[in-house]
């Protein structure tokens, strides 16, 4: 199984980034996605949760603000972040059980 996170960048507060997870080795379509993310020092914490049939869940610190979503038919989670804010920056995760893919760094400048 290989989880591959992409899009993270340097954005300015306000921005937006569309972060994407391609997967393969597993049938994507059966399996409850997730998106972590980590700060250097602190513990990886979740961002949010995305259900088989599509239900959705989020950090508090994210609601309203991000969008997780997936499309089963290219085996691709994303997370589409929106008036990102400086807090924000950290190294994002894609998981689904006890696999993860290996990050991709989000940067917000004030």
């Known amino acids: 199984v290989q989880l591959q996170a992409s899009g993270g960048g340097l954005v300015q507060a306000g921005g937006s980034l569309r972060l994407s997870c391609a997967t393969s080795?597993?049938?994507?379509?059966?399996?409850?996605m997730a998106w972590y993310r980590q700060v250097p020092g602190k513990q990886r914490e979740s961002v949010a949760t995305?259900?088989?049939?599509?239900?959705?869940n989020y950090a508090g610190f994210v609601k309203g603000r991000f969008t997780i979503s997936r499309d089963n038919a290219r085996r691709t989670l994303y997370l589409q972040m929106n008036s990102l804010k400086t807090e924000d920056t950290a190294v994002y995760y894609c998981?689904?059980?006890?696999?993860w893919g290996k990050g991709t760094q989000v940067t917000v400048s004030s």
């Open positions: 080795g597993l049938n994507f379509r059966l399996y409850g």
């Open positions: 998981n689904t059980r006890d696999w």
């Open positions: 995305i259900t088989t049939s599509g239900g959705t």
